[in-house]
């Protein structure tokens, strides 16, 4: 960066790296958590006639309330038995923009935003982007190399950082471990001074039995739960991301979004899609047996998955990440390097997608793992 824009830039974003994953031209890519799986074509030809409806009039802006879209978000919500009015609906482009609203009006300078980490990496990059100061919370390494998040744990350094905004995922990214409902009550509790968003992104994949924070909405107006269409509904493409919360603090987030943010072609699009929610969904399960299998195939390797409710797995005892990572990448496999010595993020993709990265894996693991696992 040449040195007078350096010198024009906010002094807390010098020096600072953008976001980036790698977007490579590879036989087999699973380092983003996307959905492997193509948008059915009855889908497409849905969106195609209803995009088609709506380009006459992209001359007028688009629904400012996007009311009918809240409107089928609060249903689908509301089908996992806990009832979601429209009103509790927010939606931006991406989750990402939802997060930002949320920051924008209730973080800013001279407050503090706390994640336990590691966690979703654009939790702190949105944080410093508004001005608010971020705060690297710890997850403790369980036995099974879990990167647990205990409720003592969390509400201790609540308490020791006294945040404005905290920041829970679960299923958490990178590591794909879901939250108790013990530990989000205990943190809402014991920040009475703080928003508690919980980021729920990979819900859809979740083991059966693992609750959403969604029942725990009621009488807790700080909390909210954040859901994207780029994963399990293979929407990264649109770009639709929305949460659910109390009404009013819905209604706080018009102060600080833009005049007509989401377009009238994404709100189409989104629509067209949960017309066809069972069908969007269809590939879940399939999605759910690849990343059980690279689970069983890894510790068969001798290397440590850790246990996943996402659409992904991190695995470990590895010598060195970055050099398998290469490695697999050399056999036109990319896979993340989140920065956890030891460890790499793959994705669960197609059968045959999975099949590529686990026997390059397999070639790889005898003289890329540790001596010896767990």
């Known amino acids: 960066m040449r040195a007078e824009i350096e010198g024009l830039l906010r002094p807390d974003l010098r020096g600072r790296s953008a976001y980036g994953a790698p977007q490579l031209d590879v036989p087999v890519a699973l380092n983003t958590n996307e959905n492997s799986y193509a948008v059915p074509d009855v889908v497409v030809d849905e969106i195609t006639t209803a995009v088609r409806k709506a380009a006459s009039g992209l001359n007028r802006y688009p629904d400012r309330e996007f009311t009918e879209l809240r409107t089928v978000l609060a249903d689908y919500l509301s089908r996992t038995g806990t009832p979601i009015g429209v009103e509790q609906v927010w939606a931006g482009n991406g989750s990402n923009e939802v997060l930002l609203h949320l920051l924008q009006a209730f ?13 979703y990496s654009m939790h702190p990059i949105i944080t410093t982007t508004t001005g608010t100061t971020w705060v690297d919370g710890m997850r403790g390494v369980g036995a099974e190399g879990a990167f647990d998040l205990t409720v003592d744990s969390a509400v201790e350094q609540v308490r020791a950082h006294q945040p404005q905004v905290v920041f829970l995922c679960s299923p958490n990214n990178p590591t794909g471990t879901a939250l108790g409902l013990d530990v989000v009550e205990a943190v809402h509790d014991a920040a009475p001074q703080a ?7 990979y819900a859809e994949f979740a083991r059966p039995g693992t609750p959403s924070a969604l029942t725990l909405l009621q009488g807790r107006p700080r ?12 929407l990264a493409g649109t770009r639709l991301g929305y949460l659910a919360a109390d009404a009013d603090l819905v209604d706080a987030l018009r102060l600080v979004r833009m005049p ?33 299998r690279i ?21 470990g005892h590895l010598v060195d990440s970055h050099a398998t990572w290469q490695a697999l990448l050399d056999r036109g496999v990319l896979i ?9 993020r793959v994705s669960a ?3 045959e997608e999975t099949t590529a990265f686990l026997r390059a894996m397999a070639e790889l693991a005898p003289t890329h793992r540790k001596e010896s696992a767990r």
């Open 349 to 351: 993709g197609t059968p």
């Open 336 to 344: 993340r390097d989140v920065g956890i010595p030891g460890y790499l």
């Open 295 to 315: 689970v069983d195939e890894l510790l068969g390797m001798g290397l440590s998955p850790v246990p996943s409710d996402a659409n992904f797995v991190l695995y």
């Open 260 to 292: 007509y943010h989401l377009g009238t072609q994404t709100q189409a699009v989104a629509l067209a899609a949960l017309a066809h929610t069972e069908l969007m969904l269809d590939t879940v399960d399939a999605i759910k047996d690849q990343r059980d």
């Open 223 to 234: 909390l909210v739960v954040t859901r994207t269409m780029s994963k399990a509904f293979a």
């Open 107 to 119: 973080g800013g300078p001279g407050r503090v935003a706390l994640g336990f980490t590691p966690a």
């Open 195 to 201: 928003l508690v968003v919980v980021d729920e992104a």
